[in-house]
Every structure is written in C-alpha cells, then in structure tokens.
C-alpha cells in the first residue's frame, strides 16, 4: 500500500490571439506586430478573473497547508504566467514567490510558453529549456531540476531532449496506453544505457560570434532523467470530478478519498493537477477549499507522508524500472495522445501555419520576430478548436476554454481568424528577411553597398543567446 504521495500543481495563463485578425501595416515594427497579433486586454481581463477566483485563495491556501500542516508540494509555473504577472499583479507574483520560498515546496520547470516548439526545433527547445531554468531560478531564487513540458508531453525523442537539457527528472502522465501493464505508482526511466569507457572532454576552446552553442549542460547526473508518471484517475477525480453532481462519488469527502490514496498499491503516489482546479475550475461554494484543508490530517490518520518529486527520487533511485516510450508524444489532454491538439483538420492546418511562421522567422535572424514565432506555437491556439467537428466531454472542455469574446464569431470563422492571424504574421516578417532588407539598402543607396548594414549583424544570434 502507498505511503508517500508527491502533489504538483502548474499554473499557466497564455497569450490569446487578437481575433478578428488585424491587419498587419507595411514597414512595422517589431513591437507593432505584436500588438496586431495579441490580444493583450483581453488577456488582462482574464488574468485578474482567475487571479481573484483561484490564485490568491489557492496560493493562501497552499501556503498554509506547508506552513501549518506539514504539507510538501510541487508547483511548476509558465513564463507566459510569468510575464502576465509582472505587468498586471507583482503582488501575486510575489505571494507565489513566499509559497516557493517555503522548504516543503519544490520549483517545476515548465515549457516556458507552453509551446510545440518542441515539435518544430528540437534544438531550439532544448536551449529554451535552459534559459527557463535560468528565468525561474533568477524570479523565485530556486533552480528546477525536475521539469514538466507543454500539456505533460513525453516521447523517447523529448525524453532524449531533457536529458540534453540535463534535467534531473520529469513527469508525464501515466496512461494505461503508455505503461502498458504497468503500474504509475513505481520510479521509472527510459535510457537503459550500460557503462561506457571514459570519454574525454574536448578541449575548450574560444567561442566566437558564429561558433555554435553546445545543447548539453555539463553534469554529474547517474543516468538520465527519472520519470514520475501522473496517477491518472486519482488526479481526475480532483481535477474533473470533484464537483460533478452526477459523479458515483459525488460529495467527495477527504477521509474517502485518503482511503483511496493509502489503498493504492506501488511505492509512491504522483498526483498532479491544474493550478486553477482549486476556485476557477471548481468554485469555493463546491467545498474544494475546504476539502483540501482536511486532506493533510486524512492523510496522516493512514499513514500517507508527503514529499517532493526530488524527495522521491533520492528515496528509490535504487530501485528505478526501465519504461518504454513511444515516438509520438502522450500528454495528459484528453484520452492521452496527441490527437486531442492535432486530431482534426483545423488543428492540423493551422499546426502547419505554425510551422512556416516560425520558419519564416528563423529565416530573418530577429530574435525577436523568433520569440514572437514561438509565443504563436502555444498549445492553447490548438487546444480552442479540438471541438471542431467533435462533440462530447473533450469537445466540451475546448469550448470551456474559449474566450467569450470570441463565441459570436463561430466555429468556423473561430478557425478561419486564427488562420489569419497566421498569414499575417508571416507577411509582416518578410520585410526582415536579410536578403530584401539587404536590397532595400542597395536602392536607398542608389544602388551602392559596401557592407553588410549592422542591423543584420546582431551581437548575439538568439542561438547563442540562450546558450
């Protein structure tokens, strides 16, 4: 039976698209693209909604079960959430910053936009990855080790990626799907690797402007990362069930489901949740606040101690399972695969729209037309049309999530906007394409042109930026 139990929590809030699509002036600037194609009014308003309904009351809340009851948590955080914090509400990111700032609680490293960049430039990815490490460490003063990707997206490729980022763990959800006959409730890793004979280091040498960035971190990691696998029916029993009335075991009561917990067979439990379960997904009158309250004492009264995932690691590394990972990608949305965010027509069209937008801007070299670029791959563009010639449960949590603003519009100009968005986006970082900004200096020259212009000989590539 289990008696150790790890809880980690992620809050995110994205970038919304600016719908209907805006036109996008010949000759804009950088920063001019940007207010074209986000909605940032729209994402304020949101913001200081579920800051009122869930982040403050939850953060409290959480904040005294470490202080006064002994709870360890885990709790992960979007630089998208980030970013929207600073400029809306510093004093909520400074409450999130006393709860990290607690011993009990652990820093998740989360996709820093909850992106696909992942899908598009696995390279790329695996710089962000690091210099997410390095924003979260700066903003809450600890550095993770332990790292969450975009919707809990796991793959033998993205595991290899991780590991390259040199993460000391990761989680992912533990469907049946993927662990075939296993169980979520043990310690496991991909790489079986065997002992190599020693390799020695290259000799280091200096790094010059065009010299590429090395993906890998240097590490003295045992073996690649551990995987915590999400326990899929206890987390969903908070995270969805908790206040459907038509649930077999709706009212869900803390001594019920700290039995469930203890009965659990394995060495650990992993449990993880949405930051907005608690006061957005279900409301303060559905008892959730309270229910977690009591959870603690429950817990205790059965034995169940909670830890870190980092905890958990250094208690059963010795005793770590070898698990198997697909190519395509699982995730935690929907039934676990990747056809809940690229499962219809409009998902896969706009998917690709994704891809050339971002292509287009690696093509220009502009860090921050790339940075834009990756801010138009999140997930949450994808996840607002799985609904699209769907109906059901999934298609009901799309539709939960999409912007009121936008439901006048419809499905299908829903979509047909978002494309837009896209196509416009592109359009408008034509004009830094180098070889028409190198010709554009030619004509204003009258034709002469000596040099390459210093606009297109950035100090830093946004490669070696994130280096």
């Known amino acids: ?212 960035p090395k993906l890998m971190v240097e590490t003295e990691r045992e073996s690649g990362p551990y995987l915590l696998t999400r326990h899929v029916e206890l987390s969903n029993d908070i995270r969805y069930r908790f206040s459907q009335q038509d649930w077999a075991s709706y009212p869900l009561f803390a001594n019920t489901y700290a039995d469930w917990v203890a009965n659990t067979h394995g060495d650990f439990l992993f449990l993880g949740w949405d930051f907005e379960t608690f006061g957005e997904h279900h409301r303060a009158d559905t008892g959730i606040f309270d229910f977690m309250h009591a959870l603690p004492d429950e817990l205790a009264k059965r034995g169940v101690q909670t830890y870190t995932p980092s905890m958990l690691l250094d208690r059963h590394r010795t005793q770590v399972h070898h698990l198997p990972l697909p190519t395509l990608p699982t995730t935690w949305a929907g039934s676990g695969s990747m056809d809940f965010l690229l499962g219809n027509r409009a998902q896969d069209a706009l998917f690709r729209l994704m891809s050339y937008t971002y292509g287009t801007a690696k093509l220009t070299e502009n860090p921050e037309l790339i940075d834009l670029a990756i801010w138009l791959t999140q997930s949450d563009n994808l996840h607002l049309i799985q609904r699209y010639e769907r109906s059901g449960t999934e298609a009901d949590v799309s539709t939960y999530f999409t912007p009121n603003e936008w439901k006048s519009l419809g499905s299908n100009r829903i979509i047909h906007e978002q494309q837009q968005v896209y196509l416009n986006a592109m359009q408008a970082m034509q004009a830094f394409l180098p070889a028409r900004m190198l010709r554009q200096t030619r004509h204003k020259n009258n034709g002469r042109l000596t040099r390459r212009p210093r606009e297109l000989e950035p100090e830093l590539s946004f490669m070696a930026r994130h280096a």
């Open 1 to 212: 039976m289990v008696a150790e139990l790890a809880i980690y929590t992620v809050v995110h809030q994205p970038r919304r698209l600016k719908l209907p699509a805006q036109p996008i002036p010949r000759g804009a600037t950088v920063e001019d693209i940007a207010h074209c194609l986000f909605d940032e009014r729209m994402n304020e308003h949101y913001f200081r909604k579920v800051a009122q309904d869930s982040y403050y009351p939850a953060a409290q809340m959480f904040l005294d079960l470490v202080r006064h009851q002994g709870l360890h948590l885990s709790i992960g955080f979007s630089l998208s959430f980030v970013r929207q914090a600073l400029v809306w509400d510093p004093a909520l990111l400074d409450l999130f910053r006393a709860l990290v700032a607690e011993e009990r609680v652990e820093l998740i490293g989360v996709e820093p936009y909850h992106s696909f960049l992942f899908m598009l430039d696995l390279p790329t990815f695996v710089l962000r990855m690091k210099w997410m490490g390095d924003e979260l460490e700066r903003i809450f003063g600890k550095r993770p080790v332990v790292t969450d990707t975009t919707e809990m997206g796991m793959s033998s490729w993205l595991y290899d990626a991780l590991d390259t980022a040199g993460f000391r763990g990761a989680v992912m959800d533990g469907r049946s799907s993927t662990l075939d006959w296993r169980e979520s409730t043990h310690l496991y890793r991909y790489s079986d690797e065997l002992p190599l004979p020693r390799i020695f280091a290259e000799k280091k040498t200096s790094r010059t402007r065009r010299s590429t």
